[in-house]
T-cell receptor, first 114, second 113 residues
């Protein structure tokens, strides 16, 4: 089945540690995104990428980093510089340049900082 | 500044009733307004979307009403069912710039049997 796979589903981190969240898609989509979801705040864009080897900062990029070495993969690293990293992280993809703009989401990764 | 404001934060509706969720937006250039449905522990999924050239779009029990002059749009769920219990997000975007979706804060809907 085509879709987006995020791993791990749950992750615990000690303060000061970097962690990397995986996102893989087999939808052949050009564009990929990372969103952060906090209770009562909706979804906020962290980073997005329209094409391999290119990515752009979203609204809350500080303390995060990404790479896009392959079309299928868009991993997110939560660095120790992120002051409040405990959240639910969602990866999404879409076909770039279409009129529908539908975002396809993964099932999310819940990060808890101990 | 929050680009899309959503209300209410939570909603309880009896089975068979009508659920109404409202959103207001700031940027008059927005031209694509989707609604996403999210079940606990899952990612959101597109439910229904509208462009500003129409005032209403209906898909089954779900209807979007759009008021361009008021910069408001709403989701109506007719004959609400317990299976509709989920969190609903409205969003707004520019059709030529799908990288920038602005999401509302979400509405948690609970449909009582």
């Amino acid at each position: 089945d085509g879709g987006i796979t995020q791993s791990p589903k749950y992750l615990f981190r000690k303060e000061g540690q970097n962690v990397t969240l995986s996102c893989e898609q087999n939808l052949n989509h050009d564009a990929m995104y990372w969103y952060r979801q906090d209770p009562g705040q909706g979804l906020r864009l962290i980073y997005y990428s329209q094409i391999v080897n290119d990515f752009q900062k979203g609204d809350i990029a500080e303390g995060y980093s990404v790479s896009r070495e392959k079309k299928e993969s868009f991993p997110l690293t939560v660095t120790s510089a992120q002051k409040n990293p405990t959240a639910f992280y969602l990866c999404a993809s879409s076909i770039a340049g279409t009129a529908t703009g539908e975002l396809f989401f993964g099932e999310g990764s819940r990060l808890t900082v101990l | 500044q929050q680009q899309v404001k959503q209300s209410p934060q939570s909603l309880i509706v009896q089975k068979g009733g009508i659920s109404i969720i409202n959103c207001a937006y700031e940027n008059t250039a927005f031209d694509y307004f989707p609604w996403y449905q999210q079940f606990p522990g899952k990612g959101p999924a597109l439910l229904i979307a509208i462009r500003p050239d129409v005032s209403e779009k209906k898909e089954g029990r779900f209807t979007i009403s759009f008021n361009k002059s008021a910069k408001q749009f709403s989701l109506h769920i007719m004959d609400s069912q317990p299976g509709d219990s989920a969190t609903y997000f409205c969003a707004a975007s520019l059709i030529y710039n799908f990288n920038k979706f602005y999401f509302g804060s979400g509405t948690k809907l609970n449909v009582k049997p």
